[in-house]
């Protein structure tokens, strides 16, 4: 239970272009989800927070208007990288809380994403 | 802010052996959360075990135990008789009780020797 799936899991684009990523809860309902940025051989750095139904809330330095959020229902969020760049080449991860956040989170399987 | 800290980039141990993975945390909060996930090279993200600061009994789960110790912010995994399905990367996390954020330390890449 408490599956996440996260798609794609790869993607290569050009440069100036968009990206979609999308996260669904599969057996349960998710009204927040966290999308993560990890680097190379590094930990995870949160990037923003979404709430179904409300703005994302994005932690400092991240660019709203590159990383777009949208948590439309309780079970898919998705992040846009808009107007891509070889620096936004990285691996995307969201989270969800499992139940009640104290039990821990259940994570999405991560996109590959490199432009080109 | 929080900080968490893994002070062992790397880490081998030989297969059936034991192995204690370190991490240590910065917080002025007395309630909070405690994890240990495992990334294997797939990348996905899999919860070991989690320790609630409240509880001083350290958590157990199967092979895999805590040690914690919250006066010296210390929250360290053993991994018990390893197996060859263990190796991969470690990232020990914390979160404050009622706040949504984790923050993860740097990791430690863990290898089991056949």
């Known amino acids: 239970g408490a599956v996440v799936s996260q798609h794609p899991s790869r993607v290569i684009?050009?440069?100036?272009?968009s990206v979609k990523i999308e996260c669904r809860s599969l057996d349960f309902q998710a009204t927040t989800m966290f999308w993560y940025r990890q680097?190379?051989?590094k930990s995870l750095m949160l990037m923003a927070t979404s709430n179904e139904g409300s703005k994302a809330t994005y932690e400092q330095g991240v660019e709203k208007d590159k990383f777009l959020?949208?948590?439309a229902s309780l079970t898919?969020?998705?992040l846009t990288v808009t107007s891509a760049h070889p620096e936004d080449s990285s691996f995307y991860i969201c989270s969800a809380p499992i139940l009640r956040v104290d039990y821990g989170y259940t994570?999405?399987?991560?996109?590959r994403l490199t432009v080109v | 802010a929080q900080t968490v800290t893994q002070s062992q980039p790397e880490m081998s141990v030989q297969e059936a052996e034991t192995v204690t993975l370190s991490c240590t945390y910065d917080t002025s909060e007395s309630d909070y959360y405690?994890?240990?996930y495992k990334q294997p090279p797939s990348r996905q993200m899999i919860l070991v075990i989690r320790q609630e600061a409240y509880k001083q009994q350290n958590a157990t789960e199967n092979r895999f135990s805590v040690n914690f110790q919250k006066a010296a912010k210390s929250f360290s995994l053993k991994i018990s008789d390893s197996q060859l399905g263990d190796a991969a990367m470690y990232f020990c996390a914390?979160?404050?009780a009622g706040a949504n954020n984790l923050f993860f330390g740097t990791g430690t890449r863990l290898t089991v020797i056949p």
Do not use: Q, V
């Not at chain 1, 684009?13 to 272009?17: A, F, V």
């Open chain 1, 76 to 78: 898919l969020s998705t």
């Open chain 1, 13 to 17: 684009c050009k440069s100036g272009t």
């Open chain 2, 34 to 36: 405690l994890f240990w």
């Open chain 2, 94 to 96: 914390y979160r404050e």
């Open chain 1, 69 to 71: 959020i949208n948590h």
């Open chain 1, 107 to 111: 994570f999405g399987s991560g996109t």
């Open chain 1, 39 to 41: 680097f190379p051989k």
